[in-house]
């Protein structure tokens, strides 16, 4: 069974905008405490490594969030791939119009 492009498309639509807050909070939250960490006041910003790895507070993922996390990034480096190589490039008509003359 092949998978139409529109298929790809409505999945890669529908998973963006739910895994963007996590990526974006992921990559703060970890360069953030990396530039602590550089700067030497890492212990003042262990917090964020909480953050970082799915601890909120009272709510508690971080057994299932960097899981989710890596797969839903790796859908949609997937769908994206996969929309970016079944386009079609324009060929050039530049060129083949200079080798004619």
């Not at 030497?40 to 910003?45: D, H, I, L, M, V």
């Not at 057994?63 to 859908?75: A, E, M, S, T």
């Amino acid at each position: 069974m092949a998978i139409s492009k529109a298929q790809i498309r409505k999945w890669h639509r529908s998973i963006a905008p739910i895994m963007v807050l996590p990526l974006i909070l992921t990559a703060i939250t970890g360069t953030t405490f990396q530039l602590a960490v550089n700067s030497g006041k890492a212990s003042n910003f262990f917090w964020l490594l909480e953050i970082h790895k799915g601890h909120y507070g009272p709510l508690d993922l971080s057994f299932v969030y960097p899981f989710l996390n890596g797969l839903g990034l790796l859908v949609l480096v997937f769908t994206g791939l996969t929309m970016w190589l079944q386009t079609r490039r324009p060929k050039k008509k530049a060129q083949s119009q200079s080798s004619a003359d």
